[in-house]
């Protein structure tokens, strides 16, 4: 077994700092608050750094390195099902497509917050039933992710969580 650096600095506080700031605007901050505006506003600063270091960074923060891929995604809950293990050195095949959402999700959750912000929806409904559902969509999908991450480092014996401090893989297969 083997110790693999997979995280670079900037996935790595990226992450972080998005668990922290989505954490506070959807469960502490009130919602009516300059406070919440701001923190949406570094949110969407942090998606679009994120977009560009998954053009330009490191291997295993490069999209590149995990396309969205349907067949791919299949293969792994086949994997699961029949108990075969298989590690992935960067993002998983079902991993990959949480990503994407999470992305998405978030700059969509901005996109909608800045509306509400703005004198053509100011006041419209459907752009704050928009954001809320929105917010729930992200909550449903990282309660799914962290549940998925603790699955996934029981059933592989990799310690996904302190990679993703760390940097580095621990138990990988030569």
Do not use: C
């Amino acid at each position: 077994m083997k110790r693999i650096r997979v995280w670079d600095l900037f996935v790595r506080v990226f992450h972080w700092s998005l668990v922290i700031l989505f954490g506070a605007n959807a469960l502490i901050i009130d919602e009516d608050s300059a406070v919440h505006e701001w923190i949406g506003y570094a949110v969407v600063a942090l998606i679009v750094a994120r977009i560009i270091w998954g053009l330009v960074g490191t291997r295993y923060a490069r999209f590149s390195s995990f396309p969205p891929s349907r067949s791919a995604a299949m293969e792994q809950m086949t994997d699961i099902a029949a108990g075969r293990t298989r590690a992935h050195v960067g993002h998983t095949p079902l991993g990959a497509w949480m990503i994407y959402n999470l992305l998405v999700t978030m700059l969509l959750i901005g996109l909608s917050g800045y509306l509400m912000t703005t004198d053509m929806f100011w006041g419209m409904e459907w752009t704050e039933e928009l954001h809320e559902i929105l917010v729930s969509w992200a909550e449903l999908s990282v309660v799914a992710h962290i549940a998925a991450v603790i699955f996934e480092s029981r059933r592989l014996h990799v310690n996904l969580p302190r990679a993703m401090v760390t940097g580095y893989k621990e138990n990988m297969p030569e």
